[in-house]
């Protein structure tokens, strides 16, 4: 089959572990002929957003990737919300594909992927969403004008040549259904995920990072991990471990300091040689990482590296959103305050069986429902 991503709703990072990435190159290993359409938008070193030349090019796995440029009738800064591009459709015909996935519901371009549905009906036409109440819509002019008027247009135009609306957590189905009116029977879960290691290649990058680190086999590993603004509550997380006093406990935090925080957290990393700031990592490298640490600390916004986490072997302590319970259950640890993660820290310490208990019911949670390789297959039905 033939099979196009299409990614016009923010930046396109070849070589990420984000979902088109993943989903694209499985789509490609299972024997499939894929094309990605992309926005110029790309965040360059350190996560800082960058722009890149449009044209076509051809990723490692030999994916033909197509950037886009945005058309140019309105000022730039009103472009970039209505995400309007050039020659889409033609991108799409030249293909002809089986499968149109489009990833996000925010953009003009949703309703050409649907005018080439309505001319070749025998395609599946898939629409994700990553929208939510806690990421998107944050201040009045988004929610009301961009969201509930632009972004509801767009879907209700495409809406009946849409197969089905493919939402990430629970919170993203809430949030679609009460800002653009989506019916629960053009909805399905289709959660994030991951790659999971067999156990002998976890021991593997385990030992390798571990040792690097100089850890002993007792040690615990905590690990903490994206880009690291106020939201990510970095500064409470590094509070937190510092008011523990096991010398088994050691922090690794991996990503860039904003500027408004850096300060502050570099401050605090100083202050205990168990924690180590290791800056930028590539996307193999971090998963070697998540494969070496035992549990993976995420107190705020939601993450993909959570789910990377998980099926990289790790334990995962997170805040206690609604979508964590539904995915979730009982697998996570849920940490709320400061007190939480202290709690939680010195609990860890002191008894590992807890870790690996959770590391059981982790295991088997990301093989059975978070593994891309099952999840790309849902495409194919």
Not at 51 to 61: A, E, L, M, V
Not at 93 to 108: K, N, V
Not at 301 to 321: H, K, R
Request: proline share 2%.
């Amino acid at each position: 089959m033939k099979i196009v991503h299409i990614c016009l709703c923010g930046p396109f990072n070849d070589g990420w572990n984000y979902q088109e990435n993943y989903l694209s190159s499985i789509n490609k290993s299972d024997g499939h002929e894929v094309k990605i359409i992309a926005t110029t938008e790309t965040y360059g070193k350190n996560s800082k957003l960058d722009s890149i030349k449009p044209g076509k090019y051809f990723t490692k796995d030999g994916i033909e990737i197509n950037r886009v440029s945005l058309k140019k009738y309105l000022p730039h800064f009103i472009m970039k919300k209505i995400r309007h591009y050039e020659n889409v459709y033609n991108l799409i015909e030249d293909f002809s594909p089986d499968i149109i996935l489009f990833h996000g519901l925010t953009a003009c371009e949703l309703m050409t992927a649907a005018k080439y549905k309505k001319n070749n009906l025998n395609v599946k036409f898939y629409a994700d969403s990553h929208e939510d109440a806690i990421n998107s819509a944050r201040n009045w002019v988004s929610k009301n004008i961009l969201h509930k008027v632009l972004y509801r247009g767009f879907i209700k135009k495409a809406y009946r040549y849409i197969d089905k609306i493919l939402y990430i957590t629970y919170e993203t189905k809430l949030f679609i259904q009460d800002t653009y009116s989506i019916k629960d029977d053009k909805l399905e879960y289709f959660p994030l995920g991951g790659l999971t290691f067999s156990e002998e290649t976890r021991a593997g990058h385990r030992m390798r990072i571990r040792g690097q680190l100089g850890l002993k086999d007792k040690d615990i590993l905590l690990m903490h991990s994206g880009k690291l603004h106020r939201f990510k509550r970095t500064q409470e997380l590094l509070e937190a471990f510092l008011k523990t006093d096991s010398q088994r406990l050691k922090l690794v935090i991996i990503g860039s300091i904003s500027e408004d925080q850096k300060d502050v957290i570099e401050n605090l990393i100083g202050r205990d040689s168990r924690i180590s700031y290791l800056g930028w990592k590539s996307a193999d490298e971090l998963m070697e990482y998540l494969a070496a640490c035992d549990l993976y600390v995420q107190p705020a916004e939601q993450s993909v590296t959570m789910q990377n986490a998980l099926c990289c072997g790790s334990v995962v302590a997170v805040y206690p959103y609604k979508s964590h319970n539904f995915l979730l259950n009982d697998v996570a640890f849920y940490v709320e305050s400061v007190a939480d993660m202290i709690n939680l820290f010195n609990s860890v310490a002191d008894n590992l069986e807890i870790l690996e208990s959770k590391r059981k019911l982790s295991s088997k949670l990301a093989v059975d429902k978070l593994d891309y390789r099952k999840i790309a297959k849902r495409l194919y039905k």
